[in-house]
């Protein structure tokens, strides 16, 4: 006791501290011990939950640059038990942070009800209500439930949290969240590219190198190029320091090469076809000349259509290491497996929706209902009865399929406002504001013209990086719209 006097008058405060924390490590250590004798393991992380909580609330910032940072480096198990699969660590974040948005929004209803006005945000409101809807007509209740469940999840976070996240000062927080989510990407890249030297950079096992991280190369490559707009700008800004560039030459190289090597030719045509929209929006190239030009071009194929798909069913060159060989391919519909599987599960999409034409057969429930819809002609060396490999492959026929013809339009709505305001934004702000929304808006077009061919959108990376570019196109249009659209007054208010 006279020890402990001593000791209190010499280190009161700290002394005061070990005594506390003492007291917290003991009663966690006892959690557990209670937790190992009863099975019950959920018991060593109930102690985090108020600090999650009270982290949430106070700095719900740094919690979602948290999420933002594990999102590359997340791992998906696909089963779990009952045949439900998981991506970790992101997956039980988002749950959590589900449960708790709608507390959030209370304690902001000012920027709900502006977000509500946004007619980006009523495009993807008609998008969940539909969905939601063809949940109780699916042929599947618990599969298509489930699968509504996790759209809902990364909708309100990745959506609206991002809407909230953004509000104040939406060009330096879009850059910090892109930088959150690049730099741990370059992480996964570089582990890729090392797998691949063991294997001389074959194109076989481009397909695998990547996981954990990712499934495949096809949505290893879809992110890839979604970035790729952000590490041009991030590479070309004004006024850099010695570090930046350093830290940017040598990202620009792994990057180079992790796309390259990804064998991902749909990355390839999307960041082709994003250039292309970058030149005519930087040239300001008339649109009825794009109109004239579109107008030819139809004609041209359609009154050539015979020769064209003769022309298409000689190209024999299949995948390749070769990269001429492997641009070749693209267009191989005669023996190309990739290709013509594709079609097989666009083909079965399409009929399914004939069967169901209004509601679907539910959502997610592609995968378990197509295989009756394959027929003998369509089937290739890779087909099988499970959707091995991907779903519809493609992020319009799929909602056509799973949710009828108006499950493929609110998909389409919301994707054509996100182009329509985010060229109104490119000529309503200026100088480095114009840049980002720029790699924002070309980046989402890739994602866009991905889709056509494959469909991720049920994977946290791709997620993530599609419904925030949503959300910063709508803030920045609503402040322009707050403003009255006086541009100087919007380039000012951004500058200061």
């Known amino acids: 006791m006279l020890l402990r006097q001593k000791m209190h008058s010499l280190f009161p405060q700290d ?112 998008y969940l209500a539909w969905m939601f809807i063809t949940v109780l007509t699916s042929s599947m209740p618990v599969v298509s439930l489930k699968f509504f469940i996790l759209k809902l999840s990364y909708i309100l976070c990745f959506y609206f949290l991002s809407y ?12 910090k969240l892109y930088y959150l989510f690049f730099i741990p990407l370059l992480a996964v890249i570089t582990y890729t590219l090392y797998r691949h030297t063991l294997y001389a950079y074959d194109e076989k096992a481009a397909h695998w190198v990547m996981q954990p991280f990712f499934k495949d190369h096809t949505v290893y490559g879809a992110i890839l190029a979604f970035m790729a707009p952000f590490l041009v700008y991030m590479a070309t800004r004004k006024k850099q320091t010695f570090n930046r560039l350093v830290f940017s030459a040598f990202s620009t190289i792994v990057f180079s090469m992790g796309l390259i090597f990804s064998y991902t030719r749909a990355a390839w045509v999307s960041l082709a076809g994003a250039l292309g929209l970058y030149l005519i929006l ?153 840049k980002v929304i720029f790699f924002v808006f070309l980046g989402f077009t890739t994602y866009a013209a991905h889709g056509i061919l494959n469909n991720y959108l049920d994977t946290d990376k791709a997620a993530f990086l599609f419904f925030s570019a949503l959300a910063f196109i709508a803030v920045i249009n609503q402040k322009g719209l707050a403003l009255n659209g006086d541009s100087n007054t919007i380039q000012k208010a951004n500058t200061h």
């Not at 708790?100 to 495009?123: D, N, R």
């Not at 909230?164 to 850059?175: G, S, T, V």
């Not at 139809?298 to 259509?305: D, I, P, R, S």
Request: aromatic share 18%; charged share 15%.
């Open 164 to 175: 909230l996240f953004f509000y104040k000062q939406p060009f330096k927080q879009i850059k």
């Open 282 to 434: 930087y040239f300001k190239v008339s649109w009825k000349f794009l109109v004239i030009v579109a107008l030819f071009l139809g004609g041209y194929l359609f009154v050539n259509q015979e020769q064209i798909l003769l022309k298409l069913q000689k190209n024999k060159q299949d995948s390749s290491d070769d990269l001429v060989e492997h641009v070749q391919s693209i267009s191989n519909i005669a023996s190309d497996a990739s290709n013509l599987e594709r079609v097989n599960r666009w083909n079965c999409a399409i009929e399914m929706f004939k069967e169901r034409p209004v509601f679907g057969f539910g959502p997610g429930t592609y995968m378990f209902q197509y295989a009756r819809f394959q027929k003998s002609d369509d089937l290739t060396i890779i087909s099988t009865n499970f959707a091995d490999g991907g779903n519809a492959h493609s992020e319009y026929l799929g909602p056509l399929s799973e949710s009828g013809v108006f499950g493929f339009l609110s998909v389409f709505v919301f994707i054509l406002l996100m182009c329509v305001y985010a060229i109104k934004a490119l000529y309503t702000f200026y100088g480095d504001d114009k």
């Open 15 to 126: 002394f005061s501290l070990i005594d506390k924390y003492t007291s917290i490590g003991l009663g966690y250590l006892l959690l557990c011990c209670v937790g190992l004798f009863f099975d019950a393991y959920w018991l060593f992380a109930l102690p985090i939950v108020p600090f999650v909580v009270w982290f949430f609330f106070k700095r719900l910032d740094l919690f979602y640059c948290g999420l933002v940072f594990l999102i590359p480096l997340s791992i998906t198990i696909d089963d779990i038990g009952l045949g439900f699969g998981i991506i970790l660590p992101t997956e039980p974040i988002l749950f959590s942070l589900t449960c708790l948005i709608g507390l959030k929004f209370f304690m902001h209803p000012k920027i709900l009800l502006e977000s509500f006005q946004s007619p980006i945000t009523k495009g993807i409101l008609f």
